[in-house]
C-alpha cells in the first residue's frame, strides 16, 4: 500500500484559515522597505519620512514569509507596499522568486510611481501582476506640497509606464478636505480617459497624526454627493473584497460613471467599516506581523523569520488573524498614538 506523504499533502492543500465571522485569510501585505524618496503629509504628518534605512528582513527572509503565508496558511495574493517598494535593491528578483509558489495567484505592488518608468519592465518580465500608483492631485504645486517636494511628471510617467504593462491599473487617492473636491471631476475625466480606477481612500489617523486626521478627513459619502452634483451618476459595479472578484483582494468598493468608461472606487474604513471583509495580515518593515493599520496589536516576527521556525511563524499568523475583532475601536484609533507612520506599517 502507497505510504500518505502526509507533509507534502498539507503542504499543496493548506487548510483554509477561516476566523469566527467567516473571515478567510487570503491576502499578505508586506512592506519592504520604510525608505522613501516622497514625504507625504499623510503618511508621516509630524516627522516627514525620515529614512531609516532599516533592513531589518533581507528579501530571503521576507520569501520565508510569504513562502509561509501561502503554502501553509493558503494565502493567495501578496501586496507588495512600503515607504517605496521601488527604492529598495533587488525588488525584481525577489518578485521573480516568487512567482514560484505554487499557490500564489497574484503579486502586486503599491508605488509612488516615480521608478516606474525605469523598473516596470524588468518587474512585469518577472512575473509581477498588478500596480496601484499613488496619485493625489492634477495641480503640479498642490501634488508637491503634499508629496513634500514630489513631481507630478514623474508620477504620471509612472502611470501611463503602467498602463502599458499592467492590467488593470489603479490609482490611489487619499482624499483630503482642502482640495479634492475641487479636482474630483479632473479624476472622473481621467480614469475614463485613462481607463484606470481611480480609489478615493478615507484618510486614516494613524501613528500620531490625529491634529492632521481631523484637519484633513472628507468622507466618501461627501465625496459622492459631490460627484453627484457635478451631474456623475454612480452605478454599482459589486463589492470587491469578499471573495477578490476582479477588482482585487483589497477593501475598495467599486462604481461606473454612466455614460463613460470611468472607474470610481471607494476605501471608507473611518465611515463605514470594511472589517467585515478583512482578509489580511500586513507585516512592517521591521518585521512586525500586525492584523489591523488602526489597532495596536502586533507581534514581533524577526527571531523566528531568522531563525526558519516554520512552525512559529504560521502559529503566529494564524492566531493573529482569528483572534482579530470584528472591527476595529474607533475610540483606540482616534485615540492614542497606534502603530508606527504608515511608511513602515505599508498603506
Ligand atoms: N510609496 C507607495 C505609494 O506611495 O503608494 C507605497 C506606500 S504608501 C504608504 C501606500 C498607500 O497608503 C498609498 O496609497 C497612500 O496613499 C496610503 N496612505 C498612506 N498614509 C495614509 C493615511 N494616513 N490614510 C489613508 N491612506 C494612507
Known amino acids: 500500500m ?46 516627514g519620512c525620515a529614512a531609516t534605512h532599516r533592513h531589518k528582513l533581507s528579501w530571503d527572509d521576507l520569501d520565508f514569509l510569504v513562502d509561509v503565508a501561502v503554502s501553509d496558511l493558503g494565502a493567495e495574493a501578496v501586496r507588495i507596499t512600503g515607504g517605496e517598494p521601488l527604492v529598495r535593491p533587488g525588488l525584481v528578483d525577489w518578485v521573480a522568486g516568487l512567482r514560484r509558489l505554487p499557490g500564489l495567484r497574484n503579486v502586486a505592488l503599491t508605488t509612488n510611481g516615480v521608478l516606474l518608468s525605469r523598473l516596470g ?14 496619485l493625489d492631485s492634477f495641480d503640479p504645486e498642490r501634488f508637491a506640497r ?36 475641487d479636482e474630483l471631476e479632473r479624476f472622473v475625466q481621467f480614469s475614463d480617459e485613462k481607463g484606470v480606477e ?40 459589486g463589492d470587491g473584497p469578499a471573495e477578490g472578484n476582479r477588482t482585487g483582494y483589497g477593501p475598495a468598493t467599486t462604481w461606473r460613471v454612466r455614460g463613460t468608461r470611468a ?20 507585516l512592517t518593515s521591521d518585521g512586525a506581523l500586525k492584523p489591523c493599520l488602526l489597532m495596536p496589536e502586533e507581534v514581533d516576527l524577526t527571531g523566528a523569520i531568522h531563525g526558519r521556525d516554520r512552525h512559529a511563524v504560521a502559529s503566529a499568523m494564524r492566531r493573529q488573524f482569528l483572534l482579530r475583532a470584528e472591527a476595529y475601536d474607533p475610540a ?13 506599517t505599508g498603506g
Open 198 to 237: 481611480v480609489r478615493f481612500i478615507e484618510l486614516m489617523p494613524v501613528f500620531d497624526q490625529k491634529d492632521y486626521f481631523h484637519r484633513h478627513f472628507i468622507s466618501v459619502d461627501d465625496l459622492r454627493e459631490e460627484l453627484e452634483r457635478l451631474g456623475f451618476a454612480l452605478e454599482a459595479e
Open 146 to 181: 503634499i508629496t513634500r517636494g514630489g513631481s507630478l511628471a514623474r508620477c504620471l510617467e509612472g502611470i501611463e509606464t503602467a498602463r502599458a504593462l499592467f492590467q488593470p491599473v489603479k490609482v490611489n487617492t487619499v482624499a483630503l478636505k482642502d482640495g479634492i473636491v
Open 2 to 47: 502507497a505510504v500518505i506523504d502526509r507533509e507534502l499533502v498539507a503542504r499543496t492543500a493548506p487548510a483554509p484559515v477561516v476566523d469566527r465571522f467567516g473571515r478567510r485569510f487570503r491576502y499578505v501585505r508586506v512592506s519592504v522597505t520604510d525608505l522613501c524618496n516622497m514625504s507625504c503629509g499623510y503618511c508621516n504628518p509630524v516627522q
Open 121 to 134: 519592465p524588468a518587474l512585469h518580465r518577472a512575473g509581477l501582476d498588478r500596480v496601484n500608483v499613488s
Open 263 to 282: 472607474r470610481i472606487g471607494f476605501i471608507s474604513q473611518m465611515s463605514h467599516t470594511k472589517c467585515r471583509s478583512c482578509n489580511k495580515l500586513r
Open 332 to 344: 483606540v484609533a482616534l485615540g492614542l498614538p497606534v502603530g508606527r507612520p504608515m511608511q513602515a
